[in-house]
């Protein structure tokens, strides 16, 4: 045990009240219309457990263990009785006040035990949690089976996979972390996962901007088709040609995102080259939203976690791993260079994942940086010839917004070219 002083033993038990005043607000504010004398418990009775279970927490930190589990048991066993025999409501009972009470013993006890932060901090996220209960159910409708699904599935990714793997330098030429490797999927398939919802919250409410938005934060690619396919197939186009440019000028700043995560000594560099082509996107994208009639969004793209898929994902960042390993070792920063294009030519994630696992002095920034822009190229190409394919000239400003862009990223890739 540990000396402390008693101002920090007073710190300590006004952190435990303050835990049970701040739940005990919202639940009073929450319960204000059951009739007087029928609550079990509000901001008085909160504010009173949350300093009980601060004295034993206190208690149990100078080793009165008999003394704080009585205060505990007998704090529970009162609320327990309460709730168990409260007069007649005048709404139906639920379970949230009662679990509320005994997350706010546990709050007041760790605060009284010496860690008033971590229980001050987990009270206002308590709290909010019981403030956003209309936004949080209003959340739970918009969902379907599908959503439903999908977040098992990355629960699965994030929660029930990483924490198991190990670290440290495995497998040829020592090129495979596998805790790290499977970070990266947590991260990308993560931010993919948000703007799935985020589309799916709000693009089917405002329409195909929102949509282009937020759907090109995760699949600019997967927007670009469903926009061109509807407008090919409607009599007078909408929204789809703006929709189309403000996806790709979206996708710029998650690859640029993504870059500055994964791949950091690369990404001033990075910003430098890309942001003429950024200025440019976001620039032709507002024109078009300007001059574009309003129209109701199309559906979005697809949800975008799977487990088959993230584990395809995670075997083709290997394998750039060891490739770019022994480029290292065969062909300097130039074979690493090819490579990365190469391989971003088929996802620009896996380069920028596979940059970023490389030692610094194993290619410069510079370099790095036009790989991965070289990438983009490649895969703005794919997206005009979509856009074409499906919509043919009705797609044309989209496709002159793509190109502008991307012959400015050509001519900046040049400068970067003649500076190395």
């Not at 038990?13 to 007087?36: K, Q, S, Y």
Request: charged share 10%; hydrophobic share 55%.
């Amino acid at each position: 045990m540990e000396p402390v002083s008693a101002g920090w033993q007073v710190l300590c038990v006004a952190t435990a009240l303050a835990c049970g005043l701040l739940i005990g607000i919202e639940r009073g504010f929450d319960l204000r219309a059951l009739r007087a004398g029928t609550r079990v418990a509000g901001v008085r009775t909160f504010t009173l457990v949350g300093l009980t279970s601060g004295l034993a927490g206190l208690a149990g930190h100078f080793g009165q263990t008999f003394a704080a589990g009585a205060l505990v048991a007998g704090t529970v066993a009162v609320l327990a009785i309460g709730y168990a025999h409260r007069p007649g409501l005048i709404r139906k009972p639920d379970a949230t006040t009662p679990i509320a009470a005994l997350t706010t013993v546990g709050l007041g006890f760790v605060a009284g035990f010496g860690d008033p932060g971590f229980a001050i901090a987990g009270a206002t996220v308590v709290t909010l949690l019981l403030a956003l209960k209309a936004e949080l159910h209003g959340f739970l409708d918009k969902l379907d089976e599908d959503d439903v699904k999908a977040l098992a599935r990355y629960a699965v990714i994030a929660g029930a996979v990483l924490p198991f793997l190990p670290s440290g330098h495995y497998g040829p030429l020592g090129a495979w972390n596998p805790q790290k490797l499977w970070l990266v999927v947590v991260l990308v398939t993560g931010f993919s996962f948000l703007g799935y919802v985020a589309n799916r919250i709000f693009g089917e409410r405002h329409g195909t901007i929102a949509t282009a938005l937020i759907g090109g934060a995760y699949s600019s690619t997967a927007v670009t088709q469903s926009l061109a396919q509807r407008l090919g197939s409607e009599a007078k186009g909408g929204a789809e040609n703006a929709g189309i440019a403000l996806a790709t000028a979206v996708m710029y700043l998650r690859v640029l995102l993504l870059v500055g995560v994964l791949a950091t000594r690369a990404v001033v560099a990075f910003a430098i080259i890309i942001l003429p082509a950024v200025l440019i996107a976001w620039g032709a994208g507002f024109w078009l939203y300007r001059k574009a009639p309003r129209c109701d969004a199309p559906t979005p793209p697809g949800n975008p976690i799977a487990l088959l898929p993230a584990f395809g994902f995670v075997i083709f960042v290997a394998v750039a791993a060891v490739a770019a390993k022994w480029a290292q070792g065969s062909f300097g920063q130039s074979g690493i260079a090819v490579l990365l294009l190469i391989t971003g030519s088929m996802d620009v994630d896996v380069a920028i994942v596979t940059l970023g696992g490389l030692p610094a002095q194993s290619i410069t920034p510079l370099l790095g940086a036009i790989a991965i822009a070289g990438t983009i190229i490649v895969n703005m190409a794919v997206k005009i010839g979509i856009a074409l394919a499906y919509a043919r000239r009705k797609a044309l400003p989209a496709a002159v917004a793509m190109t502008s862009s991307v012959i400015a990223l050509a001519v900046m890739i040049a400068l970067a070219w003649a500076r190395l």
